[in-house]
């Protein structure tokens, strides 16, 4: 008897839900080695290493992340995501995106954000702030 895959927005539910417990070893067995991380037309992550160095600085923080109003395509997950949360330094985060994920034998190759920007005490802010404040410094 063969086990069916997981659908794309299986698999990105169980990743999601490996964020929220801040559990780095799941969510870089969830990557492949090519994986590409881009946000707001950034590459911000290539490879398993740098996806697990760029979540170092949302495991700092209380953000939770939430799936909303999730389709399955061919090996593709489409879905909108609500991050909220407190940073490192107190402020209120949150950030509503919608996101497209590629699956690859059910290991993530691609993960592209496409959010409105980030609100911290009711101000937008850029994602290299977020990231510097999310880690503290």
Do not use: C
């Amino acid at each position: 008897t063969t086990v069916p895959l997981m659908t794309p927005l299986d698999l990105a539910s169980a990743y999601i839900d490996a964020f929220n417990r801040r559990d780095a070893d799941a969510i870089e067995a969830m990557l492949h080695a090519d994986i590409r991380y881009v946000t707001a037309g950034e590459t911000v992550a290539e490879g398993q290493q740098q996806v697990r160095a760029f979540y170092r600085h949302f495991f700092n923080t209380d953000v939770v992340a939430t799936m909303r109003h999730g389709a399955n395509g061919d090996n593709l997950a489409f879905f909108e995501i609500e991050l909220v949360g407190t940073l490192h330094d107190g402020a209120t985060y949150r950030l509503v995106s919608a996101v497209r994920q590629e699956w690859v034998e059910e290991r993530m190759i691609d993960y592209r954000s496409y959010p409105d920007l980030p609100v911290i005490a009711e101000q937008a802010v850029s994602l290299e702030e977020f990231l510097s404040r999310a880690a503290g410094e």
